[in-house]
């Protein structure tokens, strides 16, 4: 029996390996070594954001801003400014639904991006064959 990971085993792999912990965190593994994990630390800062209590969320709203978004930000995601500004004019008074768009644009850059790659790489076919 050959120890080679197929590309169809992968595919058929892609949700579990997104929604299960040993996944993400080989996931977010190989976004540090591509330099790029601030993608998944802020889309999972915004699934946290979005299931937080009205009364934290200015608190997180501005936390999230501050570490993701702001230009100088220390963790700072490829957002266009279009939707920057938009997050900058309703930081004041931030609702569950604030970070949505934002979200999904990384999400977005993630799937068309970043997963692709990792799905090939040696990271995900060891841990493929680990599971």
Known sequence: MSSVVSSG???RDRFHFG???GGLHVFRGF???EFS???LEFWL???DYGVSRSNL???KASSIYSQFINPDAPKEVNLDAETREALL???DSPCADTFKEAQQKIYNL???DSFPRFLRSHQCIEAIKAF
């Open 9 to 11: 085993s992968i595919q």
């Open 19 to 21: 929604t299960c912990s």
């Open 31 to 33: 976004l540090r070594s």
């Open 37 to 39: 994990e601030e993608n």
């Open 45 to 47: 800062a915004c699934e």
């Open 57 to 59: 969320q200015k608190t």
């Open 89 to 91: 004019s309703v930081m």
């Open 110 to 112: 993630m799937a068309k």
